[in-house]
């Protein structure tokens, strides 16, 4: 039988102050915490299996981040093979959000409005989650804002001309939610600039942009 050895990520390896380093030893303790509690519940079998979808979820997720998933990923990859394996992990306690989330997204991108907008509801009130991915119910609330207003504009493509559609009643709420969201979570300044510029799309949202740049740097 396969054994799978891994150790915890010390905290001197990372700046207490960068967002990208904390998300990534946050997520990479995330792995052995998991695999640690696989172990202890199935002593008789590998634990390889569940921690490659583990770790297969968790690199979609800092796509989405780094801005390539789902806008630099080919659609139909998006199809026959990321959404297939984000779906094994969907009744997962840890990680329902997380792949209900990550769908909702990628449905936005196909333009497939309403299904999106049943997985992001998902994510932003889950039943269960993983106390590291409290990020997931915040960006939640940014996608289903966005989602409002892309289906609008796959109906008029100037629908949303003069930014009327971030005045709607529904967008504001959420972008509201996502900014008042519980703080303690990772890039809590982003989201915050991400709502932000949705509800003030000028020159003050640059400037938010150019202060949570600085701060990850």
Known sequence: MQML?????????????????LFVQSRANLVLELHQQFQKANPDKSAIEY????????????????????????????????????????????????????????????????EAEAALLVARQPK?????????????????AANIVQKEESVNMNAN???????????????EEAKKSKRGYDFERRIEVSSYCFLFPDDRCFANIQVVISKDI
Not at 5 to 21: H, K, M, Q, T, Y
Not at 93 to 107: A, K, R, W, Y
Not at 161 to 175: H, S
Request: hydrophobic share 40%.
């Open 5 to 21: 050895r891994l150790n915890r990520i010390p905290l001197g390896c990372f700046s207490s102050s960068n967002e990208v380093e």
């Open 51 to 114: 921690i490659h979808s583990v770790c297969q979820i968790l690199l979609y997720e800092c796509m989405y981040h780094w801005g390539t998933l789902p806008k630099c990923v080919p659609i139909e990859m998006q199809e026959s093979t990321i959404l297939p394996a984000l779906k094994t992990l969907q009744r997962d306690t840890n990680f329902e959000p997380l792949s209900m989330f990550l769908q909702g997204v990628i449905l936005k991108h196909l333009k497939r409005f309403d």
């Open 128 to 144: 269960t989650n993983h106390k590291r991915l409290k990020v997931v119910m915040a960006f939640a609330k940014v996608e289903l």
């Open 161 to 175: 001309e003069g930014n009327q559609l971030l005045k709607l009643p529904q967008v504001v709420k959420y972008l």
